[in-house]
T-cell receptor, first 114, second 114 residues
Framework: KAGVTQTPRYLIKTRGQQVTLSCSPI?????VSWYQQTPGQGLQFLFE???????NKGNFPGRFSGRQFSNSRSEMNVSTLELGDSALYLCASRSGTGNTGELFFGEGSRLTVL | DQQVKQNSPSLSVQEGRISILNCDYT??????FLWYKKYPAEGPTFLISISSIKDKNEDGRFTVFLNKSAKHLSLHIVPSQPGDSAVYFCAASDYGGATNKLIFGTGTLLAVQP
């Protein structure tokens, strides 16, 4: 079955703009998580959505937001972009039940803020 | 507060030798541990996992060891191959617990020299 799909793969924005990233999970997966990857910081957890509800949230400012639709597709939005928001944003899905924690990742959206 | 730590940013080994990647964690409530592998321009892919009720799990050339008293786990790759060159992330979860998410370390870049 198809994997996790993220769009766009690459994008360039300027400071102050906003951006929306999209993620389509594996069919049947109801949980979608978002992570930010920057050099030296590893993968930082942003939030997780399950059945259209935010189930968990990381330590990011309110400029970072997300949502999930009834078909489990998810979007994340970053408003008032800052240079430090330049990163690879990864979306991951899992079935949402059980606690094994195995996530299936997309290839990421590479955001550059100028 | 980095709950999952990979203190070696990089590791270089010769082809055919053993690669040992280390990971430490601070939260004793973590009950499931995973290793992910990431190539450039790709999302992380699941490699191997271990439950907190075990101290070893093996899958082909990959073995993960867990020392709960030391809050330490390691990934052994034997024999190492050039195709193993990638960034390896350690992750810990307590889905269903207080943290209820998957927390990643900062990654170790493994270079296997032919």
């Amino acid at each position: 079955k198809a994997g996790v799909t993220q769009t766009p793969r690459y994008l360039i924005k300027t400071r102050g703009q906003q951006v929306t990233l999209s993620c389509s999970p594996i069919s049947g997966h109801r949980s979608v998580s978002w992570y930010q990857q920057t050099p030296g910081q590893g993968l930082q957890f942003l939030f997780e959505y399950f059945s259209e509800t935010q189930r968990n949230k990381g330590n990011f400012p309110g400029r970072f937001s997300g949502r999930q639709f009834s078909n489990s597709r998810s979007e994340m939005n970053v408003s008032t972009l800052e240079l430090g928001d330049s990163a690879l944003y990864l979306c991951a899905s899992r079935s949402g039940t059980g606690n094994t924690g195995e996530l299936f990742f997309g290839e990421g959206s590479r955001l550059t803020v100028l | 507060d980095q709950q999952v730590k990979q203190n070696s940013p990089s590791l270089s080994v010769q082809e055919g030798r053993i690669s040992i990647l280390n990971c430490d964690y601070t939260n004793s409530m973590f009950d499931y541990f995973l290793w992910y592998k990431k190539y450039p321009a790709e999302g992380p892919t699941f490699l191997i996992s271990i439950s907190s009720i075990k101290d070893k799990n093996e899958d082909g050339r990959f073995t993960v060891f867990l020392n709960k008293s030391a809050k330490h786990l390691s990934l052994h790759i034997v024999p190492s191959q050039p195709g193993d060159s990638a960034v390896y992330f350690c992750a810990a979860s307590d889905y269903g617990g207080a943290t209820n998410k998957l927390i990643f370390g900062t990654g170790t870049l493994l270079a296997v020299q032919p």
